[in-house]
């Protein structure tokens, strides 16, 4: 028995940002932002606050996630029976076991961790150790933990909040209870620590938000909710006095605490319960998150103090229904849900991803009116689409059926936008009393044409509607009264617009004259074994397959119009079938959790798995780089990358059974692009280190401006020289003695003849203290010095001594021996490399001619160069190294 699929590999998921478990907030000083931890399933998500940008992904846990939080340094979470801790939202540092019960609550406390299971038991986990500091152990009968918090200024003290109301005060340093609090006869759901201290925000069940005062047992101030539960609280801690509270139905309610009362609410923030609600500290801003698979940024800038939505990181709230790859280049899918959005999903990048909208009844004009994010006259489902690129630009260019329904909407790619009109014939509408009151069938198959002009409708009562996709108007109707006499389950159009295909539940397949519809007849038809339960046109290969109502699958070419291929496998329903890009292969998937690919050539069976929910749609990408998959009961797109492009495989047919491997589904998986390497605050770590590492070179680490223009000093000094010649004064200076007379005239009379007394310079050495140090070296170590000398100088410091080293004299020759003497050993000491070949460049630039005409100083330069060689070859064998992989990770 196989493992894995032969042919697909897990790539990753798509379209996952949040499920009922809150979102956790951390301030990370070294990158000056919010970061937002999001659970999805049995992984963690880690987004920046700036751009929502999906910085890391966890490794997958054994269960589902059942409760976060985190503190300055890591990230904890619960999966069952045993909590992780995480660094940097992807390293595993930490693991605790010891819980018998599922783990729900979580709270850091310092250099601990508190954690509490289903049971009311609770644990004080020492966070480096991963010991047990104490239990507690509480009945859930009377005393049912719910919520948990550390309330400011009350050393190694937590309150607990119960299912029945009451509240407790404990002291986990000595293990006992200090306060019970009596409650207000309803559960506690969320407990939030307010600005002012010794206050604390309490939502209960019924709806009631009460803010209490610890210290003294007493009740500041008290709100009702008129939206049910309180699922979530907290304080804006920039200033103004705002409570925000969440709700069951997704409402935000803004209480002002100064007025008490409310002043702001928006209405459907959210399409299901806002579990996740939390301001961050100094700043107008706010997250929220919700198991309808959102992440949501508020900014509080509105005239009345209220929030608006500022960023906004989502996907499908409720399962996808239908995907399809959209263009030619593979990047772009088109996922329809059982939300009644369209979205775009990209496969390289998130950044990209876009909602189209969601198809309603009302006009544009009316949703923005009432800004409506729940709108209750939204559509049912759309359980099938239809796209074509060619005209793209010009008008709508997907066209879209509903569950129950005979509209047909169309959407905009380019305008990325649900159009207000739609594609309906007027037979199905029927009137009593000059009032709409009904529409009559459903609208079961639509196919946009490939000139992107028309879309073709078929309808569960046989008929089958041509429609221009610009005008919205119908343009005529196939068959006399009807195409088939039951419903129309596929349609086709090949790419001349010559001819059109029709299956019905009929079980037949017709082919019709695409151009000629009134009063028309099929051209031809054929009878097959039942009926027609949907279609997958191949355009290129104008190949047909057909899913039938007993499971089997029927290839027919469409220009000849016969069956060319059947292929019998699936135990359940069929859901969806897709080709291959060139046509070699079938891929299918059915209820029976099965996804069969079938070679055409050969009419076999080459690969087969099976997968946890069964697949509802898929879709093969048009570089066959990848599989698009949708499944039962989960939010997210499955993309499966194809191995027969990238290694040999060899495919011999399978035979059906029932030893067909099981693999999970995949992942959400971040880009190298995106991905950071550090999100997380490190604790402070002493690490030694020794000066130098064999066969390593180590740079001096100073600042660049303090050798990288050395060869350019020259040309730096003369940009800055000024542009104009000093002024010279025209009169002598103040201080010297004049005649009082017409004309100027100096003094002299005070002067007196002095004797100069001349001095011999033939013993005197116009050395620098460089030079002169320099001069007299010997050991290793007194050339390791004296480059430490020229290392503490500035450049222009260091451009005149090694200007200096011959000015005419006889020592010259002796000083450039001995300075390439110090290179050479600092180049075999591998230390301050750059700061070496920036003084050596220096040197051979202002005395190369000096060098070329002594043969010591040739012999002393080859010297030098094998110490260069030796050294660069190193550190270009690595550079070249790491070139090779990154360029090998970006293809």
Known sequence: MSSSSKIFVRHKALGYVSNHVPVVTRYINRRRENILVTCVGKALHTYGSSHFKLLSVSDLHPEDITCTAGDTYLVYSAAGKTIYAWRRGTELKHKYEGHKYTVKLLLPFGNHLVSVDESSHLKVWDIKNESVHSELDFQNELFRISAIMHPHTYENKILLGSDQGYLQLWNLMTSKMIYSFQGWDSGVTVLEQSPALDIVGIGLKNGRIILHNLKYDEVVMEFQQDWGIVTSLTFRVDGPPILITGSTYGHLVFWNLDEKKVFAQIKHAHQKEVTGLKCFPSEPLMVSSSPDNSLKLWIFDMPDG?????????????????????????????????????????TVTEIFNTSFGKATYRSVKAKKKHNYSTDPLKMPPIVAFSAEVTREKEWDNIAAIHSGIPKVTTWSYNKKKFSEKILLNKRFITFADRKQVKLKGVATSVFVTHCGNFVIAGYSTGHCDKFNIQSHLHRGSYGNGSAHDGAVRGVAVDVLNLMLTTGGSDGFIKWWNFKSTKNSKELCKIKLEAGVSFFNYHSESALLAVALDNFTIVLIDNEGRNVVRTFTGHSGKLNDITFSPDSKWLVSAGMDCMILTWDLPSGCLVDQFKVDAPCTSLSFSPTGEYLATTHVQYLGVSLWSNRTLYNHVALKPVKLGDDAPVMALPSTMVQPAEAVSEVE???????????????????????????????????????????????????????????????????????????????????????????????????????????????????????????????????????????????????????????????????????GKEIIENNELLNSLEQLQESQLDSWQKVEENLFYNLSVIQALKM
């Open 306 to 346: 209220g929030a608006r939505l500022l960023r906004l990181r989502e996907g499908h709230s409720l399962p996808p229904t239908y995907v399809r790859f959209y263009g030619s280049n593979g990047h772009n899918l088109l996922v329809s849900g059982g939300d009644s959005t369209l979205r775009l999903f990209n």
């Open 681 to 847: 605050e490190e604790e402070d770590e002493v690490s030694e280190l020794s000066d130098q590492i064999r066969d390593l070179v180590t740079l001096s680490t100073l600042d660049s401006s303090r050798w990288k223009n050395l060869l350019n000093l020259d040309i730096i000094k003369q940009r800055n020289k000024p542009k104009e010649p000093l002024n010279v004064p025209q009169t002598a200076p103040f201080f010297l003695p004049t005649i009082p007379s017409t004309d100027i005239k100096f003094d002299f009379s005070d002067l007196k003849d002095r004797q100069v007394e001349k001095v011999s310079l033939t013993h005197l050495e116009n050395l620098t203290s460089f030079g002169k140090y320099l001069k007299g070296v010997e050991t290793d170590e007194d050339f390791i010095n004296a480059f430490e000398k020229l290392k503490k100088m500035g450049p222009s410091a260091i451009d005149f001594e090694i200007n200096s080293l011959t000015s005419g004299l006889e020592n010259s020759e002796t000083l450039l021996k001995q300075f390439l003497k110090m290179v050479k050993i600092v180049l075999d000491s591998k230390v301050d490399f750059e700061l070496v070949q920036s003084y050596l460049g220096l040197f051979l630039k202002v005395h």
